[in-house]
C-alpha cells in the first residue's frame, strides 16, 4: 500500500512529503507535487530524519532492566540495597536479575558484600551486574548452583565476581530466566526501541552472555511480530557454523578480549591508576584472535571482537595485520571486521583498521556518564589517559566507518543522548560534527552490519524505507544544540522499519 507522509521537514525545508510503495521510498519532494496515494499521513511541523540504528544491544537483559530491577541512578549502597529488598518482596523466592549498579558514584566507594546482599534479597538466588556487566555481585543461593565458580580466574569469597567467575556464574542466571520472562523482556526492547525512532538493532550474542535459545528466541520474535529489525551477531572463537545456521550478520559482537574500565579488567599496557597491582587482562592469546579472524575472512564472514583497553586493541591489530598479510588487504576489508568499544586506541591501531576496513562500533554514552573531572574513567586512569578515551574525531579522520550504539542495558537505547554526547564530548578534541554524528547513528549501523544497498540510511527515491518522524519544527542543529545543554529530546512520533509502521499513527 503506498502511504504519504505529508507536511514534513527535510533538510531545513518544511512542507514536504515522502511516498512509502511497499519496503522503499516511491518519491520524494514538495507536498505540492505529491503523487496520489491510498493512505495519506499528515505530518505538519513534524522533522523527517533516516531512523536509528542501534549497534549494540543485549536485549534480554535491557528488557528485563525495563520490567524488574534496575539499579542504575542509585545514589548510595543503602539506596541499592533497598531497591533489591523492594523487589525481592515483591517477587518472593523468585531470582533476582538486575543490573546498573556503579559503586563510582556512592559515597561508600564499594560493591555490596555477599552477605548484604543475601540479606536483601531474603536468600534469593541473585545475579546483579555491575553497570558495564564485565562483573557482578552475587548471592550465595546462585553460587551454591555453580559450586565451580569457585575454581575459576576472577573468583573473590565476597561475592564480587570478575572475568570467568562471572561468566560461569552469568550463564546460570541467564539459564534460570524462564522462557516467558524471556519473550517479554525482548518485547519490551524492541517496543521502547521503536519508540524512539530505532528501527533496527544490532544483538550482541554469544554464549558467555545470552545463549543460542535466547538468540533463536529473539530471531523468532522479530520474525514474526512488529518491530525494529533485528540483526543478530555471536560472540564466540571460529564458530562460523552458527552465522550460517542461523543467518547471522557476523562472528563478531562481544567476542571478549577483554572486560571493562569499570571493573579493573580492560587490558592495559600501564597499571590503573587506583589498582596498581594490575592492567586488567588478555582473554586470548595472539593466535587465538588471528586464528578467528583468518577463519572468518577466508570463509567471508564479518568477524569482531569486543575490545576496550589499548593492550586488547593492539593485539587485535596485530591479528588483522597477521591475515593482511596472508590474505592481502582487499579480503580483509572486504568482510569489514568490527571493533566493539574500542575506547582506548593508539594512532597506529587506528591506521590498521582504517587501512582494512575495520568498522568501529562505539557509544558515545560512555564519555558522557563516566568522562569528566573526578568521574569513572578518571579514577581508573588518571587524568591524562582519561581524556585520551574515546577518541570520537580521530576514528573518523582516520577513516573508520563508525556505528552508535548503546550497549544497553549498560547505557540506555537513547540515540539523541548518544549523539549529543559525541558532539559534545567532554574532551573538546574528540568531539564529532553533528554531520559525522548523525551518520554514525543512522547510516552507519547498516554499513557496519553490511547492508548490500549504499542508499540504506538515507532519504531518497529508491532507498530502503526506515524512517523516523519527530514532533519539533527545530531545525537540527539547534536541537542537537540544545540537548547538549540539557534539554529534553524530541518525541518520536512515527518510526517505519523496511517500510512497515512499528510505532506510531495508531488512530490513522
Not at 550504539?405 to 573538546?428: E, F, L, N, Y
Amino acid at each position: 500500500m503506498r502511504t504519504l507522509l505529508s507536511g514534513v521537514t527535510i533538510r531545513a525545508r518544511p512542507g514536504q512529503g515522502v511516498v512509502i510503495d511497499g519496503s522503499k521510498l516511491a518519491w520524494v519532494g514538495p507536498i505540492s507535487q505529491a503523487p496520489t496515494a491510498k493512505r495519506t499521513l499528515d505530518m505538519s511541523g513534524c522533522l523527517l530524519l533516516p531512523a536509528f540504528v542501534d549497534a549494540h544491544v543485549h536485549a534480554t537483559a535491557t528488557g528485563l532492566s525495563l520490567s524488574g530491577l534496575d539499579l542504575h541512578g542509585t545514589v548510595s549502597l543503602p539506596a541499592a540495597l533497598e531497591r533489591i529488598a523492594a523487589h525481592a518482596d515483591a517477587h518472593p523466592s523468585e531470582l533476582i536479575f538486575g543490573t546498573g549498579w556503579d559503586e563510582t558514584t556512592w559515597p561508600e566507594r564499594r560493591a555490596p558484600t555477599i552477605g548484604e546482599l543475601d540479606a536483601a534479597g531474603r536468600g534469593a538466588p541473585a545475579y546483579l551486574a555491575r553497570v558495564d556487566v564485565h562483573s557482578a555481585v552475587v548471592s550465595t543461593a546462585l553460587l551454591e548452583r555453580c559450586p565451580q565458580a569457585q575454581e575459576c580466574t576472577g573468583f573473590d569469597r565476597n561475592g564480587h565476581l570478575r572475568m570467568e567467575a562471572h561468566h560461569v556464574v552469568r550463564r546460570a542466571a541467564q539459564a534460570a530466566i524462564r522462557p516467558e520472562q524471556r519473550l517479554l523482556a525482548q518485547r519490551a526492547t524492541r517496543s521502547r526501541a521503536g519508540e524512539l525512532g530505532v528501527a533496527a538493532i544490532h544483538e550482541m550474542a554469544g554464549p558467555d552472555i545470552s545463549g543460542r535459545d535466547d538468540l533463536e528466541s529473539l530471531l523468532h520474535l522479530a520474525r514474526t511480530e512488529s518491530g525494529p529489525e533485528v540483526l543478530g551477531y555471536w560472540g564466540e572463537l571460529g564458530a562460523t557454523d552458527i552465522v550460517t545456521d542461523l543467518g547471522l550478520a557476523g562472528a563478531a559482537g562481544d567476542l571478549f578480549c577483554d572486560g571493562a574500565f569499570g571493573s579493573h579488567t580492560a587490558a592495559m599496557h600501564k597499571p590503573y591508576e587506583d589498582a596498581q597491582h594490575t592492567s586488567g587482562a588478555l582473554y586470548f592469546t595472539d593466535e587465538q584472535v588471528t586464528e578467528h579472524l583468518r577463519r572468518a575472512t577466508r570463509a567471508r564472514i564479518q568477524a569482531g571482537f569486543h575490545c576496550i583497553g589499548d593492550a586488547a586493541i593492539d593485539q587485535i591489530a596485530r591479528g588483522f595485520e597477521a591475515v593482511a598479510a596472508e590474505f592481502g588487504d582487499l579480503p580483509v576489508r572486504g568482510c569489514r571486521h568490527r571493533l566493539e568499544h574500542l575506547e582506548m586506541p593508539s594512532a597506529p591501531a587506528m591506521a590498521t583498521f582504517a587501512r582494512l576496513g575495520a568498522v568501529a562500533s562505539v557509544q558515545p554514552s560512555f564519555d558522557a556518564a563516566w568522562g569528566g573531572l573526578g568521574r569513572m574513567y578518571e579514577t581508573r586512569l588518571g587524568a591524562a589517559r582519561a581524556q585520551e578515551l574515546n577518541p570520537l574525531a580521530n576514528l573518523a579522520a582516520a577513516g573508520l566507518t563508525i556505528a552508535f550504539g548503546s550497549d544497553s542495558p549498560v547505557t540506555a537505547i537513547d540515540p539523541w543522548r548518544g549523539i549529543s554526547a559525541a558532539v559534545g564530548h567532554r574532551t573538546q578534541a574528540s568531539r564529532m560534527s553533528l554531520g559525522q554524528a548523525m551518520v554514525a547513528a543512522t547510516v552507519g549501523g547498516w554499513r557496519a552490519a553490511r547492508h548490500p544497498d549504499p542508499a540504506v540510511g538515507r532519504i531518497e527515491v529508491g532507498a530502503p524505507a526506515h524512517l523516523a518522524v519527530w514532533a519539533t519544527e527545530e531545525p537540527l542543529a539547534g536541537l542537537v544544540a540544545g540537548l547538549v545543554d540539557g534539554a529534553g529530546p524530541p518525541r518520536c512520533t512515527l518510526t517505519v522499519a523496511g517500510g512497515r509502521i512499528i510505532h506510531g499513527a495508531e488512530d490513522q
